[in-house]
């Protein structure tokens, strides 16, 4: 019986959809008549006044009743202007009737799916001198046979509603959380621990949901412990290979600064002897053979060159006292710059100012860290063949709840092998062909920066550049510094 009940009341409502759709398409078609008459009048008096861009005014307010998707006007040729609502993208019809085929009065009909459109002439004395064309929305047809299908739907839902509401509410009580149970162990199997369940109720499925909502908290609680621990294992194994790495360096350094210390001393007099007694030779044979007074001149030669060497591990041994200052570093660099251009191997260095001009100062011995960033620039000018630009860079930061200052020094040279920058701050270690250096530039700088409670780093890459940081802290007070004495090595 509520099959025949269903069948009866569609077959009515299919048919009273009908004719409900054919009266509203009547209505539809006489308004769009009237606005068509009206419409092609005031067209025809912009054609016979020669207003072609007056269309647009004509076609405007008529696609602003709702009930009108579109309107154009054409000629034979092609569309001369048209508007549309802002719900519509226009088309152009391909198989548009000429202008001749139009009768006034007599409007040519043509429906689609969503609009019906209406041809009609614009007659300039007696003469059709273009189309125009009104596209009458459909939608209105559409949502009223949509209301009658919602009724037909309306009672449907009644007859069948109480078997779906005992049948939604036996699967909510029973399979619904059971599947839900299902897909959160699924879930964590496959490793996503944040899955919870909602319990339904008091019963043994809101139980089982309740105990399985504490097991995947208990396991992403443990999980997370785990990855905390391990990232602090990590961070702390970081660390210690750092803190390993600078214990050797600075044990190496401090092994080898006392030997060079003690060495050093030892040989000043000696070669002061060798070079005053030859140069005592030379003035006494003045006219004697040339190439002993040449011999003599290279034993002054290389007894000088000796001599470089051992003031460079008396740097490097940091035997002498330091005279403490507050020093405004952003100004000692453009001075230290300043001095490094006159020197043949920088001339032709540039450079790329990065100041932080907030930057505190600092308490520093200023000669020995002029020295430091002398030696940083001479070595970027030898990088780049003593030409191209140098990137200095001031800033304060605080790392560790401790004030610091950055210095940096970036070039774009032929950059460090991975090999060398093991070893750079190695005393002797260089990189420079035919004798050029002596490799105790940056070993002297990693002493000063060292002893003034600092440090120095570098980066590099082949074929693009060196970056050296040095990081001094914000205040050394003088005792805080090591001063090494001779005696006490």
Same mark, same amino acid.
């Given at each position: $019986?509520?099959?025949?009940?269903?069948?009866?009341?569609? %077959?009515?409502? %299919?048919?009273? $959809?009908?004719?409900?759709?054919?009266?509203?398409?009547?209505? #539809?078609?006489?308004?769009?008549?009237?606005?068509?008459?009206?419409?092609?009048?005031?067209?025809?008096?912009?054609?016979?006044?020669?207003?072609?861009?007056?269309?647009?005014?004509?076609?405007?307010?008529?696609?602003?009743?709702?009930?009108?998707?579109?309107?154009? %006007?054409?000629?034979?040729?092609?569309?001369?202007?048209?508007?549309?609502?802002?719900?519509?993208?226009?088309?152009?019809?391909?198989?548009?009737?000429?202008?001749?085929?139009?009768?006034?009065?007599?409007?040519?009909?043509?429906? /689609?799916?969503?609009?019906?459109?209406?041809?009609?002439?614009?007659?300039?004395?007696?003469?059709?001198?273009?189309?125009?064309?009104?596209?009458?929305? *459909?939608? #209105?047809?559409?949502?009223?046979?949509?209301?009658?299908?919602?009724?037909?739907? #309306?009672?449907?839902?009644?007859?069948?509603?109480?078997?779906?509401?005992?049948?939604?509410?036996?699967?909510?009580?029973?399979?619904?959380?059971?599947?839900?149970?299902?897909?959160?162990?699924?879930?964590?199997?496959?490793?996503?621990?944040?899955?919870?369940?909602?319990?339904?109720?008091?019963?043994?499925?809101?139980?089982?949901?309740?105990?399985?909502?504490?097991?995947?908290?208990?396991?992403?609680?443990?999980?997370?412990?785990?990855?905390?621990?391990?990232?602090?294992?990590?961070?702390?194994?970081?660390?210690?290979?750092?803190?390993?790495?600078?214990?050797?360096?600075?044990?190496?350094?401090?092994?080898?600064? $006392?030997?060079?210390?003690?060495?050093?001393?030892?040989?000043?007099?000696?070669?002061?002897?060798?070079?005053?007694?030859?140069?005592? *030779?030379?003035?006494?044979?003045?006219?004697?053979?040339?190439?002993? !007074?040449?011999?003599?001149? $290279? !034993?002054?030669?290389?007894?000088?060159?000796?001599?470089? !060497? &051992?003031?460079?591990? #008396?740097?490097?041994?940091?035997?002498?006292?330091?005279?403490?200052?507050?020093?405004?570093?952003?100004?000692?660099?453009?001075?230290?710059?300043? !001095?490094?251009?006159?020197?043949?191997?920088?001339?032709?260095?540039?450079?790329?100012?990065?100041?932080?001009?907030?930057?505190?100062? *600092?308490?520093?011995?200023?000669?020995?860290?002029?020295?430091?960033?002398?030696?940083?620039?001479?070595?970027?000018?030898?990088?780049?063949?003593?030409?191209?630009?140098?990137?200095?860079? /001031?800033?304060?930061?605080?790392?560790?709840?401790?004030?610091?200052?950055? &210095?940096?020094?970036?070039?774009?040279?032929?950059?460090?092998?991975?090999?060398?920058?093991?070893? &750079?701050?190695?005393?002797?270690?260089? /990189?420079?062909?035919?004798?050029?250096?002596?490799?105790?530039?940056?070993?002297?700088?990693?002493?000063?920066?060292?002893?003034?409670?600092?440090?120095?780093?570098?980066?590099?890459?082949?074929?693009?550049?060196?970056?050296?940081? &040095?990081?001094?802290?914000?205040?050394?007070?003088?005792?805080?510094?090591?001063?090494?004495?001779?005696?006490?090595?």
């Amino acid at each position: $019986m509520a099959s025949m009940l269903l069948a009866g009341l569609a %077959v009515s409502t %299919v048919l009273f $959809m009908r004719d409900e759709r054919h009266e509203m398409q009547e209505i #539809l078609y006489e308004k769009a008549k009237t606005t068509m008459t009206i419409t092609s009048a005031r067209l025809a008096t912009n054609f016979q006044e020669g207003d072609l861009p007056g269309l647009d005014d004509e076609l405007a307010p008529v696609v602003e009743d709702h009930d009108f998707d579109y309107a154009f %006007v054409y000629d034979d040729q092609h569309i001369l202007t048209h508007a549309q609502d802002d719900d519509v993208t226009f088309e152009a019809p391909d198989d548009l009737p000429t202008i001749d085929s139009l009768r006034p009065q007599r409007n040519v009909m043509r429906i /689609t799916d969503r609009s019906m459109e209406l041809l009609t002439p614009v007659v300039v004395n007696g003469k059709n001198v273009a189309g125009f064309g009104l596209g009458v929305s *459909l939608d #209105l047809l559409s949502r009223q046979a949509h209301r009658l299908r919602l009724r037909l739907l #309306l009672v449907t839902m009644v007859l069948v509603s109480s078997a779906l509401v005992f049948i939604a509410w036996w699967t909510r009580r029973t399979v619904t959380p059971l599947n839900e149970l299902k897909r959160g162990a699924e879930r964590i199997a496959g490793g996503d621990l944040s899955v919870r369940v909602t319990p339904t109720g008091i019963d043994e499925v809101g139980n089982l949901a309740a105990t399985f909502n504490q097991l995947a908290e208990s396991l992403q609680q443990t999980l997370e412990e785990k990855d905390s621990a391990l990232r602090e294992s990590t961070r702390l194994y970081r660390n210690l290979k750092v803190a390993r790495a600078r214990l050797d360096r600075a044990e190496r350094l401090s092994a080898v600064g $006392m030997l060079a210390a003690g060495v050093s001393h030892e040989l000043n007099n000696p070669l002061s002897i060798i070079l005053s007694t030859a140069g005592n *030779l030379r003035e006494s044979l003045a006219d004697a053979n040339t190439m002993v !007074i040449d011999d003599l001149a $290279m !034993i002054e030669s290389e007894t000088q060159r000796c001599r470089r !060497i &051992i003031q460079g591990l #008396l740097n490097f041994a940091a035997s002498g006292e330091r005279h403490l200052a507050e020093v405004d570093l952003n100004n000692l660099l453009r001075e230290t710059f300043a !001095i490094a251009v006159r020197d043949d191997r920088a001339h032709g260095l540039t450079v790329e100012w990065g100041l932080d001009t907030n930057l505190p100062p *600092l308490w520093v011995d200023p000669l020995q860290v002029q020295q430091v960033f002398l030696n940083l620039l001479m070595n970027a000018a030898d990088a780049m063949n003593g030409r191209g630009q140098i990137n200095i860079r /001031t800033a304060e930061s605080i790392e560790g709840g401790r004030r610091q200052v950055l &210095i940096e020094f970036r070039d774009h040279g032929c950059g460090i092998t991975p090999a060398d920058l093991d070893h &750079i701050f190695d005393p002797f270690y260089t /990189t420079k062909k035919g004798g050029t250096g002596f490799g105790l530039g940056l070993a002297v700088s990693y002493g000063i920066i060292h002893a003034h409670g600092g440090e120095i780093t570098v980066q590099s890459t082949i074929g693009q550049g060196s970056a050296f940081t &040095i990081t001094l802290p914000r205040r050394v007070e003088q005792t805080a510094l090591r001063k090494v004495s001779h005696e006490s090595r």
